[in-house]
């Protein structure tokens, strides 16, 4: 741990990075460097998240160097309940001020960000960062669909998640390919535990059903709908999120085939799996209507979140780590939540005191019915033209004999 010379100690400003990793992390850990260096502050990074914080386990940032196109963080990470720990909050409160640091620019998503709104005094950034997308606010409810009525578009981690699940579904560079030579049934999983923007991501690349958690599965409704396309196309591509459940509400990663995931920090279970329950259920539904060998499930896992950022998550992440510090330096008593909002001019960014929000869940976005079409599964024209604002779409292509997946 770096120790305090009082006497030649410049302002300090200090950076987290909590829950799972995305990969335009290093991006704004970089340009948030660059900037401090430009004030002459020193920026302190924090090992681990908020356990470094507790621990007091920080570094000088200006001491190393680091490729900030690599995705991951070189803080690290981890995902720790402060609520959870005896007298948490006043120990972090402590640990900040006992090591001068003046202000907080904290890296996260929903479970990160939820424990910063317990210490909303001290002087804080938030930046959102989760493949899930669910950190953000969309203003009225209606389906008038206007982008400017978002609070966040996306989150760091999104575009470049989102690119790899449209591109793993897609006929030119994915599944498809493989599902249409052998008239297969591909179930792919995305992540997303409570949230299905990821999920919904897939239909840039044209799987032919989609089922989110927001939305309980009607699983006869889905299998008289998989019987009627396969018998026409012959294979199909079939997305589910890691979080969705049966009608009844339970989870289909928990069903007979799986043991009950274990509980992590924030609650949440360990999800996983819910495309091969999927997958067994459905070969044993469909051995009347035709043969059910290749039926098959894949999970990404961990390839949604790793390597490379995309150029707009890194461009946004290392803008983002530069108003971050200059926040910290001019506006010095509120805290904020930096927002990357989308207007007819473009992306920019935008800062909104955390004053605003009464708790985090106000700032949990979920996918609701001007985005999603429960009865077909599939994404609808409002959400299309959300997402096309973030990702490009991979069409089917003519010469397999295709015609556009349509609402």
């Not at 096309?388 to 991979?394: D, F, L, P, T």
């Amino acid at each position: 741990m770096a120790k305090i010379n009082k006497r030649k100690m410049k302002k300090r400003i200090g950076i987290l990075t909590g829950g799972g990793d995305v990969q335009a992390l290093n991006a704004v850990i970089s340009e948030a460097k660059s900037e401090a260096n430009n004030f002459d502050i020193e920026l302190i990074g924090f090992i681990k998240g908020w356990e470094g914080v507790l621990k007091e386990n920080y570094i000088d940032l200006s001491t190393i160097s680091f490729n900030s196109a690599i995705g991951g963080t070189i803080l690290k990470t981890s995902r720790v309940n402060i609520n959870k720990i005896n007298n948490g909050i006043e120990l972090v409160i402590t640990s900040l001020k006992k090591n001068a640091i003046t202000g907080l620019i904290v890296i996260g998503g929903e479970d990160t960000l939820s424990t910063s709104f317990l210490i909303k005094q001290f002087p804080m950034v938030l930046i959102s960062k989760t493949i899930d997308n669910d950190v953000g606010k969309i203003e009225n409810n209606n389906h008038d669909f206007r982008i400017e009525n978002f609070i966040n578009y996306f989150t760091l981690g999104f575009p470049t998640a989102a690119e790899k699940i449209i591109s793993f579904v897609s006929l030119k560079e994915g599944l498809r390919t493989t599902a249409y030579s052998h008239e297969r049934i591909i179930i792919v999983e995305a992540m997303g535990m409570h949230a299905g923007w990821l999920a919904l991501s897939s239909a840039i690349g044209y799987p032919d059903f989609i089922i989110i958690p927001e939305f309980p599965l009607n699983y006869n409704l889905l299998l008289e709908k998989i019987i009627k396309k396969y018998k026409s196309q012959k294979h199909l591509i079939i997305v589910v999120a890691e979080g969705a459940k049966w009608k009844d509400g339970t989870y289909i990663y928990t069903d007979i085939y799986t043991e009950k995931g274990e509980i992590e920090e924030f609650g949440h279970p360990r999800f996983g799996g819910s495309a091969l329950i999927l997958k067994n259920r459905l070969k044993k539904d469909l051995t009347k209507y035709f043969d059910t060998r290749n039926i098959n499930s894949v999970n990404p896992s961990y390839l949604y979140r790793s390597g490379q950022p995309n150029e707009l998550d890194k461009f946004w992440a290392q803008n983002l780590g530069e108003t971050a510090v200059k926040y910290l330096v001019e506006i010095k008593n509120e805290s904020c939540f930096l927002a990357i909002q989308k207007d007819k001019s473009g992306f920019k960014i935008q800062s909104f005191p955390l004053s605003k929000f009464n708790s985090f869940e106000e700032l949990h976005r979920f996918v609701d019915e001007r985005f999603y079409d429960p009865k077909e599964f599939r994404i609808t024209e409002i959400g299309k033209k959300y997402l096309k604002e973030i990702v490009r779409e991979i069409p089917l292509d003519e010469s397999y004999g295709f015609e556009p997946i349509s609402n």
